[in-house]
């Protein structure tokens, strides 16, 4: 599987944006789906995942309320719609596929395939 992270850009505090990863080969909705990021001099953290199906996602308490992941398996894409964005969200956004669970989680160690990274900067 190869993921296409895209979407990322330069936007002021308070603005939104809409991460999309696109994902290649037939078998996209067997994957949990999930967003991590990493800021300069920071470890890689989780940010939101969804299940299989999409029925169930979970996020990082520094985002409830503010980002939405959601995804559609007929286009093997997943969206990360972030809204109110603060600078603390800069950092550059990797997707990542998860194909031995329905759900995700934030154990990135887990998670088989890698997106090539968006950068987020969010200016004050």
């Known amino acids: 599987v190869q993921l296409q992270a895209s979407g990322g850009g330069l936007v002021q505090a308070g603005g939104s944006l809409r991460l999309s990863c696109a994902a290649s080969?037939?078998?996209?909705?067997?994957?949990?789906m999930s967003w991590f990021r990493q800021a300069p001099g920071k470890e890689r953290g989780f940010v939101a995942g969804?299940?299989?199906?999409?029925?169930?996602?979970e996020y990082a308490d520094s985002v409830k309320g503010r980002f939405t992941i959601s995804r559609d398996n007929a286009k093997n894409t997943v969206y990360l719609q972030m809204n109110s964005l603060k600078p603390e969200d800069t950092a550059v956004y990797y997707c990542?596929?998860?194909?031995?669970?329905?759900?995700?989680?934030?154990?990135?160690?887990?998670?088989?395939?890698w997106g090539q990274g968006t950068l987020v900067t969010v200016s004050s």
């Open positions: 990542a596929a998860d194909p031995g669970s329905a759900f995700a989680h934030p154990q990135g160690s887990l998670y088989d395939f």
């Open positions: 080969g037939r078998t996209f909705s067997f994957y949990a």
């Open positions: 969804i299940s299989r199906t999409g029925g169930r996602t």
